[in-house]
């Protein structure tokens, strides 16, 4: 939240910022009660003040002179702080806008502006600037993530781009020491004397809306900073666009049409399983008509999403996932997410959640689907508590996409021939990026997710009470028709989708 308190208390009461999610707020306080007025600043081209008697009043114009906001007297000194205000912020998105291009920078381009950004004077080194520059230069160039190195001599910066880090600049350490603070102030946290590993999470409303979530963490020299960018509700893939096979695709989406029952997201960190899950839940506020009541409790929150109901969890002040959720059992939900599952009192709360009306949608950390029922009882929860509430486990991983500027047919690799005609595809057309500018030289372009589903039966569970080895469990599952996600793996190599080095770990 950013909040502007140079302004004074009006007659009227406060009048603050709210900036979040991108939106942005006016919020006053009238006798007494909040109000709040939601206005896009980046859409606004005209701030208008019609003189009054002794009072003002405020109105926006959209970019079609439409009047969006037009409001309550205002007295004098408010208004004139609050033009100045979007003047000033006004003026340095443009002049963030003449430098930045609002399109895809390969990481060399962006590796060139971040250098000449760093050539100024450092008298006139603006650390808010810079970061503010440096976050929407990394999401420019598709990064997820900006990381700060220190090292003895400089710190390194790097984006992280399809997974992998890329180095963008060395940055001096008096420059590195006041982007720390800055981003520090940004997310609300104080100096400490002495560094503990701390989070927290800002939003910036210039030039355009984002989302940055700051994790700190003490090193035996300075501390390490972690920017990771969060998507917004608009860029979160939609449910056919995760790469689904189309068999699984149908079998998830025939799942979702459940009222009640535990579906599971298995992967490890990193692997998508928040993207998957969201864009569940999103395609059922769709296919309902926005009319269920969708809540969740996360840690962290990762997109705020208009329709559902978010927590975040919050052990300092006693808000654990359990006390959450618990909360959330009262509060009338059709759809509950639960961020992880982690020990046996949050997964059994969970699980007879789903056994008695709710859909429950919650991750596993696990290699594959069999073993995710394995990990939850080896936290402890009782094999009664999976018997037939868990619906359906989707496991996944994410792999690089071969570039689709610089790849050309070539010859398949021989073990992926081998797996293939395991399989029984008979036409391969593998494809290998050479290498580009598009795809900073790495041959790979975007990711794609990989899948298996496993729909239990009766019998699955009955072994269930039996104490099963994870071979056990595999051998059940396959003769069942399971379809491990080696299977999708190979089958998206040998149509050119992905590359072998993408996929050998998981076969
Ligand atoms: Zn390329």
Known sequence: MIEVTAWRESKIGRIGYDCRDGKVFITWNFEGVDEKKEIRLSDIKK?????????????????NDKIIFKEKLLDKQDCEN??????QQMAEASELFEDLKREYVPIRE?????????????ADFDPDKFLRFLLFQAKYARATGVHFNPGQQDVRVRFRIDGLLMDVARLHWEVYNSLLSSAKRLAGLIELKRAIPREGVFHLGFPEPLGVRLSLMPLTEGEKMILRILPFESELLKLEDLGMPPDIYERYHALLNSSKGMVLICGPAGGGKTTTIYGSLLHMVDESGDTLNISTIEDPVESHVESFCQTQVDTKSGLTTFRGLSSILRQDPDIILVGDL?????????????????????????????????RIMEMGVAP?????????????????????????????????????EELGIKNITYRAGKGCTACNMTGYLGRTGVFELFAPDKEFFNLLQSEPTLEQLLSEAKSKGYNALSNDAVIKAASGLTGWEEIKNII
């Open 342 to 374: 982690r020990d046996y009192k949050v997964g059994e709360l969970a699980l007879s959640g789903a056994m008695d009306e709710h859909l429950m949608f919650s991750s596993v950390q696990a290699n594959n689907a069999p073993q995710a029922f394995l």
């Open 110 to 122: 962006a590796q060139k502006i971040i250098e000449e950004k760093l050539e100024i004077n450092p």
């Open 47 to 63: 701030l208008n003040m019609e003189g009054y008697t002794s009072n003002y009043v405020l109105e926006f114009q959209d970019k």
């Open 384 to 420: 009664a508590f999976l018997d037939s509430t868990v619906l359906v486990v989707l496991a996944q991983r994410l792999v690089r996409k071969v570039c689709s500027f610089c790849s050309e047919e070539a010859a398949p690799p021989e073990e992926l021939k081998k797996k293939a």
């Open 82 to 87: 609050l033009k100045l205000y979007l003047e």
